[in-house]
């Protein structure tokens, strides 16, 4: 079977993780901060806090940013479920908006036009998180405008998206948002087995999304509430969570980083050569933006109207032969607990049409030109 994904691990990297097993620390050291400090520096933003997921920095950069019941958060239908059920772990309230039908992330033109019917009805979003779906990142510099105008703040999902840049910035520099949040699943750019970072430019969230992280536990004199009692002493300042990153991940992320650009580059050259083999299949290719440059998590192709019908029996054909497609993703609306929340959550027809026509190919680092044109050749069998 050709993966949709796979790491790709190097004897530098056993080696990293060998040597965290064998010094005094393996949960939490001084690792951890090593990673988050090469990981901001790459994306040069000031601050970056490690977790044990992505799932868990968007929770506690929601918190950081006062999300609580009563409030309400935004963001693509077109997504894995976290970057919606971090809105719900805080007690909001969670609504969608539109894909563009080009690039497939967060429409600026819906988000604007949902925002000025919002604004009538007094049902403004606190928060808004657009997905960087595939790598390619959202339309920043546009979403935060209408930010600025309609006051709510920004979550970038970016889980998968390091290595990408958008404008003149890399993204994961908060030029266009409040936090930006990464991945390092193992089918993602780079890994640490599992984790995620939080990158924000702001200290005060940096503080209180450490915080978080950690039980609501500090150490740290300067934001003690009440004298110290003892060398032994520490205060848990709010009620957080054990969302720490170990030391033996943050050993793989940071030897990971060394090679970050290469990973890119390669997915690069293959989503290219992608581009090139099926361009004459009428299959619908995810648009590039001259404002972003990807970093090619996945490559997803659209089977034109015509086929949508057989987009099961062309999914079902392709895993028969050994190809492990994918769909990313279903729209988060259509799964059974947000049916269960809200039995209408209104149109969204180009997120409808992207999941009755979408398929991931195979797209990693180190996938060979034959197994792509193995890829190629079953797919155009499939469409011509």
């Known amino acids: ?207 209180r999304m450490q915080l978080l992280r950690s039980h609501g536990i500090t150490r740290d004199e300067a934001f003690y509430e009440g004298p110290n009692e003892g060398p032994w002493y520490y205060q848990q300042l709010e009620l957080g969570f054990n969302y720490r990153m170990t030391d033996i991940c943050a050993a793989l992320g940071l030897s990971q980083m060394s090679r970050l650009d290469a990973f890119v580059t390669a997915r690069a050259r293959l989503a290219a050569r992608y581009d090139d083999l099926l361009q004459s299949t009428g299959l619908i290719l995810q648009g590039r933006s001259s404002a972003a440059s990807s970093a090619h998590h996945l490559y997803v192709v659209r089977l034109p109207p015509h086929l949508e019908a057989s987009h099961l029996s062309i999914f079902h054909a392709l895993r028969g032969a050994k190809i492990g497609v994918n769909l990313h993703y279903i729209p988060v609306y259509k799964h059974p607990h947000y049916r269960k929340l809200k039995s209408d959550w209104g149109v969204f027809p180009q997120s409808e049409s992207y999941y009755r026509s979408a398929i991931s190919l195979p797209l990693f680092a180190t996938l060979t030109m034959q197994d792509q044109d193995t890829v190629v050749a079953a797919l155009k069998r499939l469409v011509d």
């Open 1 to 207: 079977m050709i993966p949709y994904g796979r790491q790709d691990i190097s004897e530098e990297d056993v080696d990293a993780v060998v040597q965290v097993l064998r010094s005094d620390f393996l949960t939490q050291g001084p690792c951890v901060p090593k990673f988050e400090a090469a990981v901001a520096e790459y994306c040069s933003v000031r601050h970056a806090v490690a977790v044990n997921s992505a799932t868990s920095a968007l929770h506690i950069a929601c918190l950081a940013l006062g999300l609580q019941q009563g409030d309400i958060l935004w963001t693509s239908p077109i997504t894995f479920v976290a970057s919606a059920n971090a809105g719900l772990y805080c007690g909001a309230e969670v609504d969608f908006v539109d894909i563009d039908p080009v690039t497939c992330n967060m429409s600026v033109s819906a988000l604007k036009i949902k925002l000025i019917q919002a604004a009538a009805e007094n049902r403004l979003p606190k928060i808004v998180v657009p997905v960087h779906l595939s790598g390619l990142s959202a339309d920043m510099a546009a979403i935060a405008a209408l930010g600025r105008e309609y006051g709510f703040r920004i979550i970038e999902d970016a889980s998968h998206a390091i290595g990408g840049t958008y404008g003149d910035h890399p993204v994961g520099s908060c030029q266009y948002s409040a936090i930006t949040v990464f991945s390092f699943h193992p089918v993602k750019i780079i890994t640490s087995g599992e984790g995620g970072m939080a990158l924000t430019n702001d200290a005060g969230l940096a503080h």
